[in-house]
Nanobody, 115 residues
Framework: QVQLVESGGGVVQAGGSLRLSCAAS????????MGWFRQAPGKQRELVAG???????NLVDSVKGRFSISRDNAKNTVYLQMNSLKPEDTAVYFC?????????WGQGTQVTVSS
């Protein structure tokens, strides 16, 4: 069983930055596709950024130019760097991963952007 633990959430003013981290247990992290999702109150969960085991990256249009995703396989960790944050980025952010399917999920970390 793989466990994912997110950290780095918090409260930040609009225009500020946060970096989320997701630490994974297990020895197969490097073979997993990893992603960051978010869910705002009353809205569906959406994929914000994904990075494949081969390093290919995709970002939802609303965060392009502001967010970036990266991974450190030696540390079993995936990161979400969030810059120029907007109030509409406020949500619970979840880390997910798996072999071609997001089958493992973290508990989520709250990100609140104040205007």
């Amino acid at each position: 069983q793989v466990q994912l633990v997110e950290s780095g959430g918090g409260v930040v003013q609009a225009g500020g930055s946060l970096r989320l981290s997701c630490a994974a247990s297990g020895r197969t992290f490097s073979s997993y596709d990893m992603g960051w999702f978010r869910q705002a109150p009353g809205k569906q969960r959406e994929l914000v950024a994904g990075i494949t085991s081969g390093g290919s990256i995709n970002l939802v249009d609303s965060v392009k130019g502001r967010f970036s995703i990266s991974r450190d396989n030696a540390k079993n960790t995936v990161y979400l760097q969030m810059n120029s944050l907007k109030p509409e980025d406020t949500a619970v952010y979840f880390c997910a991963g798996g072999y071609r399917v997001y089958m493992y999920w973290g508990q989520g970390t709250q990100v609140t952007v104040s205007s």
